[in-house]
Antibody, heavy 119, light 108 residues
Framework: EVQLVESGGGLVQPGRSLRLSCTAS????????MSWVRQAPGKGLEWVGF??????????EYAASVKGRFTISRDDSKSIAYLQMNSLKTEDTAVYYC??????????WGQGTLVTVSS | DIQMTQSPSSVSASVGDRVTITCRAS??????LAWYQQKPGKAPKLLIY???SLQSGVPSRFSGSGSGTDFTLTISSLQPEDFATYYC??????????FGQGTKVEIK
């Protein structure tokens, strides 16, 4: 069974950093691209970015709202995807989900981790 | 950037009703469209991908159609567990995703 478990969320002050982890199991992690999607309280879904598999260069793409502040990486030996978030803003407050990508779509989703940016 | 517009933003329906949700892209996206279902406090769940392909395990009362700019999600006979918010998502470019604003299906 495919499982994705996000961790690392919490309360952080504006301007600080936080790193989220997405631990995968039940499939060969290195074969898949992974994405991060967020959802602000009471709002819709917003794509954050994704990372391709090593077979496709392991390259990353980001939404304009986070480009230059957020970095996605992966450790295929540990089956973990990371979201490093720097220079956090109050508008980054959201539940952050990781997803396993199938044909450019989010096939499997984790349960999410809440990030609250507040002083 | 490609914008996705869903309609309606909410719909009230009864068990057994046929429900149709539409999604319009600001430019052609071929069949690079997915539909997700989200229940309160839960992660989104993939229902339909590539505009009309049913994700494994999803009931056949869900169907998707369309290509280019206009897409439809249909629930043929609404069940109690289908009351949720539905989102479309475009993936025409492998460099960016865009979601629609969501359609809440409520009990009439």
């Amino acid at each position: 069974e495919v499982q994705l478990v996000e961790s690392g969320g919490g309360l952080v002050q504006p301007g600080r950093s936080l790193r989220l982890s997405c631990t995968a199991s039940g499939f060969t992690f290195g074969d898949y691209a992974m994405s991060w999607v967020r959802q602000a309280p009471g709002k819709g879904l917003e794509w954050v970015g994704f990372i391709r598999s090593k077979a496709y260069g392991g390259t990353t793409e980001y939404a304009a709202s986070v480009k230059g502040r957020f970095t996605i990486s992966r450790d295929d030996s540990k089956s973990i995807a990371y979201l490093q978030m720097n220079s956090l803003k109050t508008e980054d407050t959201a539940v952050y989900y990781c997803t396993r990508i199938l044909m450019r779509f989010g096939q499997h989703w984790g349960q999410g981790t809440l990030v609250t940016v507040s002083s | 950037d490609i914008q996705m517009t869903q309609s309606p933003s909410s719909v009230s329906a009864s068990v057994g009703d046929r429900v149709t949700i539409t999604c319009r892209a600001s430019q052609g996206i071929s069949s690079w469209l997915a539909w997700y279902q989200q229940k309160p406090g839960k992660a989104p769940k993939l229902l339909i991908y590539a505009a009309s392909s049913l994700q494994s395990g999803v009931p056949s009362r869900f169907s998707g159609s369309g290509s280019g700019t206009d897409f439809t999600l249909t629930i043929s006979s609404l069940q109690p567990e289908d009351f949720a918010t539905y989102y479309c998502q475009q993936a025409n470019s492998f460099f960016t995703w865009t979601f629609g604003q969501g359609t809440k299906v409520e009990i009439k």
